[in-house]
């Protein structure tokens, strides 16, 4: 008895190695070659087939997973740049940008299922930028910077994570999207706006009170 028993705890916990397994490894992950500094994934996918990339050379870019939407045969080349693209307009606290190039890839093909970012921690912190201002841009064709949607993740002792989309190539930057107030405010000034507010109520409250007592000795 001991030993079915034993058996059926070795079997529960094989299963669950590999459910958790294939949540995390949903899809193939493809290996670059290397050529002109940057890194080349090969595709070759039939519709419906998710493939994963994992480039080194882009230290913005943990990962991207994208879903073939046809038969597709080709290459996407990725490499870091050094600055922005000549015609591209000036983006303000840019960490890093990147080619993401699709030789022989229709982009109406595929579909950008996740862009797994990461930015380190001593990045923000140097340039004064909040951790919840940082977005993924992709270049548009007139030369403007699509801002895409990106989340926070989670982080570790050395980046901040964050999941985002793509619906431009082959020009992408990973920086700060001054796209509201507090996006244009420091890591630390959120907790210097916050002791405000509350030193603001408090006053409110404080004002309030005195003047209910006032109020009060009049009609006494």
């Given at each position: 008895?001991?030993?079915?028993y034993?058996?059926?705890?070795?079997?529960?916990a094989?299963?669950?190695?590999?459910?958790?397994?294939?949540?995390?490894?949903?899809s193939?992950?493809?290996?670059?070659?290397?050529?002109?500094?940057?890194?080349?994934?090969?595709?070759?996918l039939?519709?419906?087939?998710?493939?994963?990339?994992?480039?080194?050379?882009?230290e913005?870019?943990?990962?991207?997973?994208?879903?073939?939407?046809?038969?597709?045969?080709?290459?996407?080349f990725?490499?870091?740049?050094?600055?922005?693209?000549?015609?591209?307009?000036?983006?303000?606290?840019?960490?890093?940008?990147?080619?993401?190039?699709?030789?022989?890839?229709?982009?109406?093909?595929?579909?950008?299922?996740?862009?797994?970012?990461?930015?380190?921690?001593?990045?923000?912190?140097?340039?004064?930028?909040?951790?919840?201002?940082?977005?993924?841009?992709?270049?548009?064709?007139?030369?403007?910077?699509?801002?895409?949607?990106?989340?926070?993740d989670?982080?570790?002792?050395?980046?901040?994570?964050?999941?985002?989309?793509?619906?431009?190539?082959?020009?992408?930057?990973?920086?700060?999207?001054?796209?509201?107030?507090?996006?244009?405010?420091?890591?630390?000034?959120?907790?210097?706006?916050?002791?405000c507010?509350?030193?603001?109520?408090?006053?409110a409250v404080?004002?309030?009170?005195?003047?209910?007592?006032?109020?009060?000795?009049?009609?006494?």
């Amino acid at each position: 008895m001991k030993k079915i028993y034993t058996c059926l705890i070795f079997l529960g916990a094989v299963l669950s190695l590999i459910v958790i397994s294939h949540a995390q490894y949903d899809s193939e992950v493809i290996l670059p070659e290397y050529r002109e500094g940057g890194e080349v994934f090969g595709i070759d996918l039939v519709p419906g087939k998710k493939v994963s990339m994992y480039p080194e050379g882009c230290e913005s870019i943990e990962r991207i997973s994208i879903e073939s939407k046809t038969s597709i045969t080709g290459n996407i080349f990725i490499k870091k740049l050094e600055e922005k693209p000549d015609e591209a307009e000036e983006l303000n606290n840019v960490y890093e940008y990147c080619e993401v190039e699709l030789e022989d890839i229709n982009e109406n093909d595929i579909e950008v299922k996740e862009v797994r970012l990461r930015v380190p921690k001593s990045w923000l912190e140097d340039n004064d930028v909040s951790k919840g201002s940082i977005s993924l841009f992709t270049l548009k064709d007139d030369d403007s910077w699509e801002v895409e949607t990106t989340e926070e993740d989670n982080d570790t002792q050395i980046y901040y994570y964050y999941k985002s989309e793509a619906s431009n190539f082959p020009y992408w930057a990973v920086g700060q999207h001054n796209g509201g107030l507090l996006g244009f405010l420091p890591s630390n000034a959120f907790y210097i706006l916050l002791i405000c507010c509350i030193f603001l109520i408090f006053l409110a409250v404080l004002m309030f009170i005195i003047s209910s007592a006032r109020e009060s000795r009049r009609e006494a």
